[in-house]
């Protein structure tokens, strides 16, 4: 059973940084592709991130070279670096995995199999 449970959520201002946590308790290692997701009020689910078994991570355009995704297998726990963060930023952020070989892709979010309750970053001007 994949229990997820993020945190770190906060509110700061623009230019901040902030580093997302999620515990992935019964995360195999390797076992799982993982992944960040957010969304907005009245907005579809957005693929923020993905690390896939081979280690080599995706992001969406929106934020490449900001924000940086990494696991700790050991630990059970995926994280979330973000930094030179804007108010487009804000929205409640979600980590999500699945046992699929192929990861699904960060614009589907539906096919994602398991996700935690999301954790509210708030980026103000």
């Known amino acids: 059973q994949v229990r997820l449970v993020e945190s770190g959520g906060d509110s700061v201002q623009a230019g901040g940084s902030l580093r997302l946590s999620c515990d992935a308790s019964?995360?195999?290692?390797?076992?799982?592709?993982v992944a960040w997701f957010r969304q907005t009020p009245g907005k579809e689910r957005e693929g923020v991130a993905s690390l896939p078994r081979d280690g080599n991570a995706h992001y969406a355009e929106a934020v490449k070279g900001r924000f940086t995704i990494s696991g700790d297998y050991a630990e059970h726990t995926l994280f979330l670096e973000m930094s030179s963060l804007t108010p487009e930023d804000t929205a409640i952020y979600y980590c999500a995995a699945d046992r699929a070989y192929w990861c699904p892709s960060l614009k589907s979010w539906a096919e994602w199999g398991y996700w935690g309750q999301g954790t509210q970053v708030t980026v103000s001007s």
């Open positions: 019964g995360l195999r290692n390797g076992g799982y592709c």
